[in-house]
């Protein structure tokens, strides 16, 4: 019961009709699945969202961080709601949910006050690399606070504008470019990639090419960290796909009623994705990866040695 009835609500089922969803599922006698048990959990989940955004971080240290954020629509209080999230993978390989707070838009000044927060929960250790989309204000505002953080761009939407910049007809082609220089072994063979098709469709669609090359840089920046850690440090998939069930929902009812009860759901899918997180492959590799030791080509240069 405990598991079906936060699945069943955050898998669109409204609360009235619970009783018709406890029936065909557990019999016209199964206990405690009705609207109001709902209204009571999602009392319960408010309080434990409460009680996390608080908690300490004193002494903890994450080496990866994913940043992201999604929008949706609330229904009573009109207009769109943005919630931020920042997951990271701590020293032993666990990945858990750092922060989840709502704010006005994915910026600047939104990010910045997210990781001030932090800080004065006792984060104070910067993680080695962080992860966003290049549209993000995240990187900005790690950098003004002095972090020394190393910034990885998620490919899956620098890919999606580029594409969106190009003809549908050579989308196919200049797609599977694109998979040709982040899929490289060698950074020296994603760059010959990269060039190539820069080359080819400079000329005609400029901006699709500026669009890839202006974050070059942050696009490569996998390739200085253990081989075993690439696949999740190349994208923010695992945030994108908890905010697509929430808008699952949202779309099933036209929004959420209220920003408390959006923050809430997404916290709480959050909370049930996180039970499924498995440990990053490669985690003994994150203390050297703490201790500066260099890895080229997703090497570390003593083995390469």
């Not at 505002?141 to 910049?165: F, H, I, Y």
């Not at 908890?242 to 997404?266: E, S």
């Amino acid at each position: 019961m405990e598991e079906l009835i936060p699945w069943l609500y955050l898998q669109g089922v409204s609360t009235g009709d619970f009783s018709e969803a406890r029936a065909a599922l557990l019999g016209p006698d199964a206990p405690g699945l009705s609207a109001s048990t709902v209204t009571r959990l999602k009392g319960i989940w408010q309080q434990e969202y409460h009680d996390g955004s608080k908690r300490s971080w004193a002494g903890k240290r994450y080496v990866y961080v994913w940043a992201d954020g999604g929008y949706f629509t609330i229904r009573r209080e009109g207009g769109r709601q943005c919630i931020l999230v920042l997951r990271g993978a701590s020293a032993d390989g666990k990945k858990e949910r750092i922060a989840l707070p709502d704010g006005q838009r994915e910026s600047e000044p939104s990010w910045k006050e997210l990781l001030l927060d932090c800080q004065s929960r006792g984060r104070t250790i910067a993680p080695s690399l962080a992860l966003g989309d290049g549209a993000l204000g995240f990187g900005k505002a790690a950098r003004q606070l002095g972090s020394e953080t190393q910034e990885q761009r998620c490919w899956v939407p620098k890919t999606a504008n580029v594409l969106d910049k190009l003809p549908k007809g050579v989308q196919p082609q200049s797609k599977r470019m694109l998979h040709a220089s982040y899929l490289a072994e060698r950074k020296a063979a994603a760059d010959k990639a990269f060039d190539r098709l820069v080359a080819t469709y400079q000329a005609q669609f400029p901006k699709a090419t500026e669009c890839l090359a202006k974050d070059r840089n942050e696009l490569r920046t996998f390739y200085d960290f253990p081989a075993e850690h690439w696949v999740p440090i190349r994208t923010t998939n695992p945030i994108e796909r908890v905010c697509a069930t929430v808008r699952l929902r949202t779309d099933k009812t036209k929004g959420t009623g209220t920003r408390a009860a959006c923050l809430t759901m997404v916290f709480k899918l959050m909370e049930s994705a996180g039970k499924r997180w498995r440990c990053l492959n490669g985690a003994e590799l994150l203390e050297e990866v703490v201790q500066g030791v260099s890895f080229v080509d997703g090497v570390k240069q003593e083995d390469a040695a």
